[in-house]
């Protein structure tokens, strides 16, 4: 009987805590429960005191409308109110304050204003509606972020989304409190950003993706780009461009094969060409005009996988010469000598420089340049990167690549080496203080983040499928802290969200119903090269 009751007790106890759990993902740093609830309607006032949080009242206002007619003046029931307090908290930190007749942010910025909101639109979707109100339960909250960097990738050369999928996608980072997009819109398939002075990177260069080579040409134009800039600028959302090299540059050297470095039978045309001098004046204008597109003073130069491709290197006249000139012994050592004259070309612009796990090798400036630790096989990489004093994001493949298959029963997608696959909860149990290269620097790692490359992933159904609901898993390891994070009570929270994925038309994977929605897709027989 006393093992029964024990359980009983037990029972009572969890369903208890995650009763009184805040239902937001992710979950906030503190929070209680209020003993009453809000009742937003069309009389509701939302206020901001400070100049600075305008355009974050107006985007609350904005979002709220969809369901209400909110007011911009005075109040004539109850208020939301957004309140600028520089008491030292970090910028993106908040407090939320609700009671039955007002709701009080106050934050030292309109980033931290902007998460607040993002709370207060999580719990808005989860109210009870009666009459003409949404009856809101209160929740005194104070929060802020784990990381800093908490991202997203989109590799778009693959297959080609377009302005309203990826503004989709930036609604829902800004939902979950994302504020890094990585955007891949360079690689080997196509090239799908707009230079003016080079058109033929378009015209030609965006012909093709990785199903079909002869589609046709798809890309951004950069009034495209500046629109959708705007848009993530206005959730708080960075947008980080990468233009890859020397690597994954078969697209631009069917454009302006002049620059062709050369490749393989499997993949041709494989890399820009480093014995040329006018490679890199033909790339510094690229990066000028992409400088200019993306105010994040940040450019990513992808310098991952070039071996797939540089075997041409060593026959090179130029790149003999170049080797001699500057007692390069190796095509690694070219590689390094690349990178780091473009990364030059890139802090000279007034950016810092992103580049993948594999530059560690190459002697960048430690205060300009940020490593994306992708290879959960090379942890000397990531050992290396970190002693040389560089700031770190950890995307590992394992489990951060969300082309892998989520479930067991999924045939299309990638698994590793022994079968592993990227399920959700291995998604929320990352913690990188289990990496022993990660624990004397954990002040080096800016954050985390997810890759969507596209493969496998034509339409936007199958990005759904793929992106939803490990997005929530990524949110929240992301932003709360390791010892905070209970997966029992997320799997509780993310039930209402799966709800919602319902209600907007997203076609995501359900793990308690696998045949809600079937897996689908193309499959692809080909090796992966990221």
């Not at 090379?378 to 892998?404: H, M, S, T, W």
């Not at 969507?452 to 034509?458: F, H, N, P, R, S």
């Amino acid at each position: 009987m006393k093992p029964l009751l024990f359980s009983a007790l037990f029972l009572f106890t969890m369903l208890q805590a995650i009763a009184q759990t805040c239902p937001v993902i992710p979950l906030p740093a503190q929070y209680q429960p209020g003993s009453e609830s809000f009742a937003l309607s069309k009389r509701t006032a939302v206020i901001a005191k400070d100049a600075s949080l305008q355009p974050v009242a107006a985007f609350l206002r904005e979002q709220l409308l969809q369901q209400y007619e909110l007011p911009a003046g005075k109040a004539t029931a109850n208020k939301i109110i957004l309140e600028h307090n520089s008491n030292g908290a970090p910028a993106d930190a908040y407090t939320l304050r609700m009671s039955e007749n007002n709701i009080h942010i106050t934050a030292a910025g309109p980033e931290g204003a902007f998460n607040a909101v993002a709370t207060l639109l999580q719990l808005t979707a989860s109210a009870t509606r009666k009459k003409d109100a949404l009856y809101i339960p209160a929740w005194n909250i104070d929060d802020k972020p784990y990381y800093t960097w908490r991202g997203l990738m989109l590799d778009e050369s693959r297959h080609f989304f377009g302005k309203e999928k990826v503004k989709s996608i930036l609604d829902w980072m800004a939902f979950y409190k994302l504020n890094r997009f990585h955007w891949h819109l360079t690689d080997a398939p196509g090239w799908r950003l707009e230079i003016k002075k080079y058109p033929l990177l378009t015209t030609i260069g965006g012909i093709g993706n990785h199903h079909n080579p002869e589609a046709p040409a798809q890309f951004y134009t950069q009034d495209d780009i500046r629109e959708i800039v705007a848009y993530a600028q206005a959730r708080y959302i960075t947008v980080i461009p990468e233009i890859d090299m020397p690597g994954h540059a078969s697209a631009a050297n069917r454009a302006y094969p002049a620059f062709d470095g050369g490749g393989t039978e499997k993949y041709p045309s494989f890399t820009f060409n480093p014995g040329r001098e006018g490679t890199y004046q033909y790339l510094a204008n690229i990066l000028q005009e992409t400088d200019a597109l993306f105010p994040s003073q940040m450019i990513h130069l992808g310098g991952d996988e070039v071996t797939f491709g540089n075997k041409g290197w060593e026959s090179d006249t130029g790149v003999i010469r170049l080797m001699q000139s500057h007692g390069l012994t190796s095509r690694k050592a070219v590689e390094d000598y690349f990178i780091q004259r473009m990364a030059d070309t890139v802090i000279g612009m007034h950016n810092k420089v992103l580049a993948w796990d594999e530059v560690a090798t190459a002697t960048l400036p430690v205060n300009k340049t940020i490593v994306c630790w992708w290879r959960q096989d090379k942890p000397e990489n990531l050992r290396l990167a970190l002693d040389k004093g560089y700031q770190v994001i950890l995307c590992p493949r394992l489990p951060f690549y969300f082309d892998f298959v989520q479930d067991s029963s999924h045939k299309i997608g990638r698994r590793w080496a022994k079968g592993e696959l990227n399920n959700i909860q291995s998604v929320y149990d990352f913690d990188a203080s289990r990496l022993p290269a990660a624990k004397d620097h954990s002040n080096n790692i800016l954050g985390v983040q997810a890759c969507l490359w596209t493969e496998v992933i034509a339409d936007n159904r199958r990005l759904d499928f793929m992106l939803f609901p490990r997005i929530s898993a990524l949110a929240e390891t992301a932003w709360t802290a390791p010892e905070k994070k209970n997966a029992a009570q997320f799997f509780q929270r993310l039930q209402s969200h799966l709800q919602l994925y319902q209600q907007h038309h997203l076609y995501y994977f359900d793990m308690s119903a696998p045949d809600k929605h079937p897996e689908t897709g193309k499959p692809t027989n080909e090796k992966y090269i990221d």
